[in-house]
């Protein structure tokens, strides 16, 4: 039975547990069924957790909770090629990251409502991503052809670089592009699209090699097949020099979604089959629609967490 339509606020988390992951046989099902039967409860309800509809939900129930850890366990194991053993370690070690990486307030470092969380520990996430966006901003406006939310990451305008801080704010911006993602498509996606933009490009402000081969090996590994497209946008001839260093280690996979566009003929015949140009902003697609401009501090400190710069077809928290 196909997903019923979200209609009212109340409505929109039960839309989201409400859809069942797609497998591509019985195989994958019964596999993924198995790796759930082997979680403990406390990694079965983080697992669900990665799911921010199921995270800030009152209604865990445990059809909740196992649906939403499917989702997650069938990302694992498509990584692994449907390998039982390797998807279950890499789910496992996962979830250890997810804890000491504290991803979960670093969510809520926003949040309007953080009482019952460690205050001083908030507002230090706060002035991490504060500085860091200052520095490079990323943010999430409109949404591809597929509802899928697209994550803007500019070029960076200082050469200074704090590891944890540069860490923190990837993670909270990817997990708010992923929760953007599952809120504008009541859960029926679980991707999301990244555009570079390297006009004006100083090879003076980009971090060392080894920070953004770290941080490329964090998502990979904890992030699986959520990345649905990454575009380069006006990349300099260094970009792609990095980039092709950088390849070798990342999956192939991967290296398949990747796009390089210059040019407004070829943001047109790449960009326009996959954005419509009422989601874009013009340096993405001639014609965008979308202003381009914004105010970082006001997207990260006023806009929900699961919704992009525009707030369209979102509700206030």
């Not at 069924?33 to 509809?53: F, G, M, P, R, V």
């Not at 911006?173 to 990244?194: D, L, W």
Request: with cysteine; glycine share 2%; charged share 30%.
């Amino acid at each position: 039975m196909p997903p019923k339509e979200c209609n009212a606020i109340e409505d929109e988390t039960t839309c989201i547990f409400d859809v069942p992951p797609v497998f591509k046989d019985k195989n994958e099902q019964e596999t993924c069924e198995k790796i759930i039967d082997a979680l403990t409860d406390e990694e079965l309800e983080e697992a669900a957790n990665t799911s921010y509809a199921y995270f800030m939900s009152n209604d865990k129930s445990n059809d909740y909770r196992n649906n939403m850890a499917l989702k997650m366990t069938r990302r694992f194991l498509r990584a692994e090629k449907g390998n039982y053993e390797k998807a279950l370690k890499r789910i496992q070690c996962s979830l250890i990251f997810r804890k000491e990486s504290n991803v979960n307030q670093l969510r809520l470092a926003f949040h309007s409502d953080n009482s019952s969380e460690d205050n001083s520990t908030c507002e230090s996430y706060q002035k991490q991503i504060i500085s860091e966006t200052s520095k490079q901003p990323m943010i999430i406006r409109g949404y591809d052809k597929e509802n899928r939310a697209i994550l803007l990451k500019y070029r960076r305008s200082d050469p200074s670089v704090d590891k944890e801080s540069m860490k923190n704010t990837h993670l909270h911006i990817f997990e708010r592009a992923i929760a953007c993602t599952e809120q504008a498509s009541n859960g029926k996606q679980e991707k999301i699209v990244m555009i570079l933009n390297y006009d004006d490009f100083s090879r003076a402000n980009t971090p060392p090699m080894s920070l953004a081969k770290e941080l490329i090996s964090i998502f990979e590994r904890n992030y699986p097949e959520q990345l649905a497209y990454l575009v380069f946008v006006e990349p300099p001839f260094l970009a792609r020099t990095i980039w092709s260093i950088i390849k070798k280690f990342i999956d192939p996979d991967t290296v398949q979604k990747i796009k390089f566009v210059s040019g407004d003929d070829q943001k047109l015949q790449v960009m326009s089959p996959l954005i419509d140009k009422e989601q874009a902003v013009p340096w993405v697609i001639p014609g965008g629609e979308l202003s381009p401009s914004f105010d970082m501090e006001k997207f990260l400190y006023q806009k929900p967490f699961h919704c992009d710069y525009e707030k369209a077809g979102c509700h206030e928290n």
